[in-house]
């Protein structure tokens, strides 16, 4: 099995901002570049943090009210962010290309964050990852991902025999059913099955091949 790297999935080509640049500037780099974040880096290409839309929004809200709505601490407050380096939400949380799709998906989610910046080993940028990249592993055809558990998990790693294991995909949601000679069998299967790119729950129907004696027993989980 080959798991689709953040390497795969990474856009190289992509906009950022030097600290230095304003509020204007940053603006005008994200439309350009039809994106609703980008990566802040210093003079050697490495991310110092990362400026958004919601960065934006949130540094206008705090300049000073011309209608004089807002409380009298709100109108005198000065000096409010107007660069990236003001702006921007640091330190970088930055993703390395040899990762896997779940390491970026659980550093997204533990940081609650919608894009990585991704480095090499120096620490410089050399791509993005989004959200929106990391789900592009479940538009994989469920033929692909049947194919890929039959010949190389049922096959080729655990060595079982043809046809006792019949594999069925239906919109990224897996079902395994027969039986297996060794019970022990079944759990590894499973969580093999899960970690298939593409793969959104499985569900097994297998039993012990124990001559009258076997009955399958069923049971679900949802792939991580």
């Known amino acids: 099995m080959r798991h689709r790297k953040v390497s795969d999935l990474m856009t190289t080509?992509?906009?950022?901002?030097?600290?230095?640049a304003s509020f204007k500037q940053i603006v005008e780099t994200l439309?350009?570049?039809?994106?609703?974040?980008v990566p802040v880096v210093d003079d050697d290409g490495r991310p110092l943090g990362?400026?958004?839309?919601?960065?934006?929004?949130?540094?206008?809200?705090?300049q000073p009210d011309p209608t004089g709505v807002l409380d009298t601490d709100a109108r005198e407050r000065a000096g409010h962010a107007t660069t990236a380096a003001g702006l921007m939400t640091s330190p970088a949380v930055v993703a390395r290309p040899e990762w896997t799709v779940v390491q970026a998906a659980r550093a997204m989610d533990a940081r609650h964050v919608k894009r990585l910046p991704v480095v090499d080993e120096s620490g410089r940028l050399v791509g993005i990852v989004s959200r929106a990249d990391l789900l592009r592993v479940f538009l994989r055809?469920?033929?692909a991902i049947e194919e890929e558990i039959s010949g190389d998990i049922v096959g080729r790693t655990l060595r079982l025999a043809p046809g006792e294991v019949a594999v069925t995909v239906a919109d990224g949601c897996v079902v395994l059913r027969g039986t297996v000679e060794d019970a022990g069998t079944?759990?590894?299967?499973v969580r093999?099955?899960?970690?298939?790119?593409?793969?959104?729950a499985v569900?097994?129907?297998?039993g012990r091949r124990e001559g009258a004696d076997a009955h399958p027993v069923a049971a679900g989980?949802?792939?991580p």
């Open 141 to 143: 055809k469920d033929r």
């Open 221 to 223: 989980r949802a792939a």
């Open 50 to 62: 990362v400026v958004t839309e919601a960065d934006l929004v949130h540094g206008e809200s705090e």
């Open 13 to 20: 080509s992509v906009a950022s901002v030097r600290p230095g």
């Open 186 to 189: 079944i759990p590894v299967l």
């Open 203 to 206: 569900t097994e129907e297998l």
């Open 192 to 200: 093999l099955c899960e970690g298939v790119d593409g793969v959104v």
């Open 31 to 37: 439309a350009d570049a039809g994106v609703t974040g």
